[in-house]
């Protein structure tokens, strides 16, 4: 059965200064983040990806712009893979947020009413979207290899799913800029193969 990949878009500006870009247009990649992505590119030039699929958000379409130039794919748009609406949050550095709601990460995670009331979009949504375009690729791709390039939240939603992970774990785990979340594909769902990877050669067995 083939893998499916996840990437985390490589550093963006709103990495750097730590604050909640939301869906906000705009936000580049800064020069560490586009030398990640060619990094990663060249790990991925050895993966055999049938596909490459991005979400519409800049940073995204950046980074599966660099890697599908090493692939000789074209990333193809998937709204399911975009990032979440920060709502009311949306623009604001997280220590403001944290100081004045308290941890609002793992609220998200737990589902908290505020979290709605808020404008942000659930984690329970999250989740909806991603099993989606899972099963949607799983059955176009069948058993070839498939590279999904997203945000931390969405790559976090398939591993709650994959693995059972806890709110409190959730926040705990960073995905890294430009890394890639490892998914085998059994009879019926996902399990986890690696996380953080940035160097293919420890898990190229099955590729």
Do not use: C
């Not at 059965?1 to 247009?25: C, D, P, W, Y």
């Not at 705009?26 to 991005?54: C, K, V």
């Not at 998937?78 to 004045?100: A, W």
């Not at 785990?173 to 160097?199: E, H, K, Q």
Request: aromatic share 6%; proline share 2%.
């Amino acid at each position: 059965m083939g893998s499916i990949v996840f990437m985390r878009h490589g550093q963006a500006e709103n990495n750097t200064k730590r604050v909640l870009a939301g869906r906000t247009s705009g936000i580049r990649l800064t020069e560490l983040g586009i030398e990640q992505a060619n990094g990663t590119a060249e790990i991925a030039s050895r993966m055999d990806f049938d596909a490459i699929y991005a979400s519409p958000i800049e940073r995204a379409q950046k980074t599966a712009e660099i890697v599908g130039g090493r692939t000789g794919h074209t990333p193809i748009v998937d709204e399911r893979l975009t990032e979440l609406d920060m709502g009311q949050f949306t623009g604001m550095p997280y220590d403001e947020i944290m100081s004045r709601h308290g941890n609002v990460f793992l609220k998200f995670y737990k589902g908290d009413a505020e979290i709605a009331d808020s404008g942000i979009e659930t984690f329970e949504s999250v989740r909806g979207r991603i099993r989606q375009i899972i099963s949607d690729v799983a059955k176009k791709h069948g058993d070839k290899n498939v590279l999904l390039v997203t945000h931390m939240d969405p790559i976090k939603a398939a591993l709650a799913d994959a693995m059972g992970l806890s709110a409190e774990l959730l926040t705990k785990m960073i995905i890294a800029n430009a890394s890639m979340t490892v998914f085998g594909r059994g009879t019926d769902s996902l399990y986890v193969r690696a996380v953080n990877v940035l160097d293919s050669s420890r898990y190229a067995q099955d590729w």
